[in-house]
């Protein structure tokens, strides 16, 4: 089992960057590729970035492109998700995820007012 917890959620003004963490524990492994997903009120959980297990192949939806990196410490344990430029229409409970999602946390709300 993987445990995920995500972090750094909050409130920020449109315009304004906010960093996400999300710390694997429990039977972990460097060798997992994780992402990020996300799902506003009303609306289904949808694809924000995922990353490989050694850093690599990178992947965004078209809507954060340009404005989210995702990235990974292996001796951490940790992924990170850096999202600059907020809009009011990233407003969403964002969910980190393992192994192709088979592991999820617990989300972590992110709030970006106009």
């Known amino acids: 089992q993987v445990q995920l917890v995500e972090s750094g959620g909050g409130l920020v003004q449109a315009g304004g960057s906010l960093r996400l963490s999300c710390v694997a524990s429990?039977?972990?492994?460097?060798?997992?590729?994780m992402g990020w997903s996300r799902q506003a009120p009303g609306k289904g959980r949808e694809f924000v970035a995922a990353?490989?297990?050694?850093?690599?192949?990178?992947r965004y939806a078209d809507s954060v492109k340009g404005r989210f990196t995702i990235s990974r410490d292996n001796a951490k344990n940790t992924v990170y998700l850096q999202m600059n430029s907020l809009k009011p229409e990233d407003t969403a409970v964002y969910y980190c995820?393992?192994?192709?999602?088979?592991?999820w946390g617990q989300g972590t709300q992110v709030t970006v007012s106009s």
């Open positions: 995820n393992a192994d192709g999602g088979t592991y």
């Open positions: 990353i490989g297990w050694n850093g690599g192949n990178k």
């Open positions: 429990g039977h972990t492994t460097p060798r997992y590729g």
